[in-house]
DNA sequence: CCTACACTGGACTGATCGGTACAACCCGTG
DNA sequence: CACGGGTTGTACCGATCAGTCCAGTGTAGG
C-alpha cells in the first residue's frame, strides 16, 4: 500500500507511475503464457530486468499485479461501455455498439483478458469483490441494452438473462483468437458477430411494434 | 507407467479402475474451486482420504491426472459429435443437436469442463499435442456442418471458421454458471441458443436456393 | 495357516515458493 | 564535495511444492 494516495503526481511520481505500468504489462504477457500460479517471482524479475527488492518497490505484492492486470481491463471495458451509452441510438445500435468496443479491448490487450478471464478466481477478499461487482456492472448493461429492446419492439421476447450469456460468450470467446498483427482485426470480427446476433433477436417483420 | 498394459481387466482391475476415476473426479472439483496450480498434492490427499503413497499408486503424476480430466471431457464432446452425426438430418438440425449435445456435457461435468477450459496450457510434451489435435477436430466439425449449411442454401454465405468461433464461443462460455441443480438445464438453454443461432445465419427467404 | 502382493500412511527430499531485511548505490540538491 | 532519499541487488527466511521411499497392513489364493 503506497505511502498516501494524496498529493498529486509529481515528476518523480509520475516517472514510478509509468515504470509500474511497464511492469503490469510485462508480467501480463507472461501470466497469460503460463499461468499466475505457474509464475514465479524470480521470473518476473528476470522479464522486468529487476531484482526482488526493486520490484517490490514497485508492487507490494504478487496478488496486486494480479489486481492491477484486472483493472486495466475492466477500467477499458466500462469505459467503452460508457462512449456507447453516451452516443446514445436504437438498442441494435447499441448493441453493435458494445460489441465493437469489447472486441477492439479484447484485440488491444489480449494477455490482459487472458489473464483477467482464466485468473479471476484468484484474486481474494476486498479486491474480489469489487472485481465481481465491476465485471456484473457491466453484464448488467448488455442486459439493459436487450431489455430496452424487447420493450421497443426491436427484439422479438427473448430472455434478457440469458441471451445476455449468449452474447457475452460469442464475444468474450474470442480472446482464445483474436490477436494483434493476426489475420483479423476487431472490426473484421465485429460486424458478421453482430449481423448474425442482430438477426437471430431482431423481432419478426409482421409484428414490429 | 504401468508395467503392462495387456492383459483384460480382471475383478482386481476393474476395482483399481473405479478407484481411480472417482479420484480423478473428486480432483476435478478441488481444480475446478482453485486451480491446478493452486492444489497441492496434500490437498487432493486429504479430499479423496488418501495417503500420498496411495494416492501415486492410481495417477502416476499430478499431470496425468490433469490429462484424465480433459480426456473425460473430450471422450464425452466427441461421442456427442458422432451421435449427430449417425442421427443425420439438414445442417441447421446437426447444428442444433450439436449445441444440445454439447451444453449437455457441460452441464453434466461442469467441474471437468471448468478445467478443461482453464488449464488446458498446464499440459506439455505428448499430452499437449494429443489434445489439441482432439480439441481441433470438433472445432472442425462444427465448421463442417456450416460450410455444408451454406453450399446447400440453408445458411447465408457466412465465414464457417469464423462461425464455428461464434458458435463455439457462446455454447462452452456457458461452464461460467450452467450447473446442475439450478434454475435452467441443458436443455433450457440449447433451444434458446439454437434460436438465436441459426436466425442468425440463415439464408434470407427470397433466394431459398 | 502361510505366503505373496496389492495397497496404504507418512516421513523424507531437494527445489522452489512468495516475501523480507538490509547494505549499497545512484543522483539531484545544497 | 557532502548529503539524503529514491532505487536497487542479494542473502536469506519459513513454508510448501511435487514426488520418492519404505515399512508396514489387509486380504486373497494355496
Known sequence: MPRAAAKDGTRRNAKWEARRAAIVDTSARLFAAQGY????LTELCDANDLGKGALYHYIGSKEELLAAIHDRVMDEVLQGADR?????????????????????????????????LHEFPALTGERAAQFRTRRR?????????LRAGVEAGDFRDIDPWLTARAWLGMHNYTYLWLKPGQRL???????????????????????TR
Open 137 to 145: 456492472a457491466y453484464e448488467q448493461r448488455v442486459e439493459a441494452v
Open 37 to 40: 500460479h505457474a509464475t514465479g
Open 185 to 207: 482485426s476487431a472490426r473484421d470480427v465485429a460486424q458478421p458477430f453482430a449481423d448474425i446476433f442482430l438477426k437471430g433477436i431482431e423481432a419478426s417483420p409482421s409484428r
Open 84 to 116: 456507447v451509452a453516451e452516443a446514445g441510438g436504437t438498442p441494435p445500435e447499441q448493441l453493435a455498439m458494445l460489441g465493437a468496443e469489447l472486441l477492439d479491448v479484447i484485440h488491444r490487450y489480449p494477455d490482459h483478458v487472458w489473464v483477467f
